[in-house]
C-alpha cells in the first residue's frame, strides 16, 4: 500500500520566492497534519485538519505560511515569500482516527532557502 | 500545556546491550503516549503507543516502554541492541480529551557499537 506521499522531496528556492509543499495522505485516513522539524525548535506541529477541515492552524509561524486541503487527497502547504529561516524539513502524516489515531508520516521535504 | 523531555540528546550503547531511552512528559490530563522512530533521511515511524489498559506497551522490533503515571515517565527499553537500531528516537504525548496534537520531544539520537 503506497503511504503518504510528499512532493517535492527537496526544493531550494531564493529568499522571496513563493514555495508549495504537497501532501497525498494515505487512501481513506480523515486526519492531516503538517510538520516542520528543525535542529533549534525539533518536531512542531504547524496544522492539523479533520475531514478537510483546518482544526488547529495555532502552530503556523506567521501570516507568510498557509495550509489547505480542497479534498481528502490533497493538501498543500504555501510559503509567501519565502525566507532562510524556513530551511527545514516538512513532514505531512495521516491519521485514520482522529483522538489516539496512530499517525503515518512522509518522508518530508527537505527546503532550502538562500 | 503538555511537554516532553527526553534525557540525553545522545545514547551510545553495544551490540547486544540494553537500551534504555528515558522520556518523562508533563500533562495536566491523563495522556496517551508514543515513541516513534526516524531512520535517516526518512519519516516518522511508530514503534509503540499507550492509550488505556495495561501500562507495559509491547512495540515493533523488539522494543517495549512502561507508562508510570507516579513518575510521569515512559522509557523506552530493548533488551539487546541490533546495528539496525541506530536510528534517533522521538517520545510525543497526546491528551485524551481533545484531539491527537501530539508534542514530540526533542529525540535521542541512538548510536550502536559493533
Known amino acids: 500500500d503506497a503511504g503518504v506521499i510528499q512532493s517535492p522531496r527537496h526544493e531550494v528556492t531564493e529568499m522571496g520566492q513563493e514555495v508549495t509543499l504537497r501532501c497525498k495522505p494515505i487512501s481513506g485516513h480523515n486526519s492531516l497534519f503538517w510538520y516542520r522539524q528543525t535542529m533549534m525548535r525539533g518536531l512542531e506541529l504547524l496544522i492539523y485538519f479533520n475531514n478537510n477541515v483546518p482544526i488547529d492552524d495555532s502552530g503556523m509561524p506567521e501570516d507568510r505560511f498557509s495550509a489547505k486541503m480542497p479534498n481528502a487527497s490533497f493538501s498543500t502547504l504555501k510559503i509567501q515569500p519565502s525566507e532562510p529561516r524556513d530551511s527545514a524539513v516538512y513532514f505531512c502524516?495521516?491519521?485514520?482516527?482522529?483522538?489516539?489515531?496512530?499517525?503515518?508520516f512522509g518522508p518530508g521535504t527537505r527546503l532550502l532557502v538562500l | 500545556a503538555q511537554s516532553v523531555t527526553q534525557l540525553g540528546s545522545h545514547v551510545s550503547v553495544s551490540e547486544g546491550a540494553l537500551v534504555l531511552l528515558r522520556c518523562n512528559y508533563s500533562s495536566s490530563v491523563p495522556p496517551y503516549l508514543f515513541w516513534y522512530v526516524q531512520y535517516p533521511n526518512q519519516g516518522l515511524q511508530l514503534l509503540l503507543k499507550?492509550?488505556?489498559?495495561?501500562?507495559l506497551v509491547k512495540g515493533i522490533n523488539g522494543f517495549e516502554a512502561e507508562f508510570k503515571k507516579s513518575e510521569t515517565s515512559f522509557h523506552l527499553t530493548k533488551p539487546s541492541a541490533h546495528m539496525s537500531d541506530a536510528a534517533e528516537y522521538f517520545c510525543?504525548?497526546?491528551?485524551?480529551?481533545?484531539?491527537?496534537?501530539?508534542?514530540f520531544g526533542q529525540g535521542t539520537r541512538l548510536t550502536i557499537n559493533p
Open positions: 502524516a495521516s491519521s485514520l482516527e482522529l483522538v489516539s489515531g496512530t499517525q503515518y
Open positions: 510525543a504525548v497526546s491528551d485524551q480529551k481533545g484531539a491527537q496534537k501530539l508534542v
Open positions: 499507550y492509550t488505556t489498559g495495561a501500562t
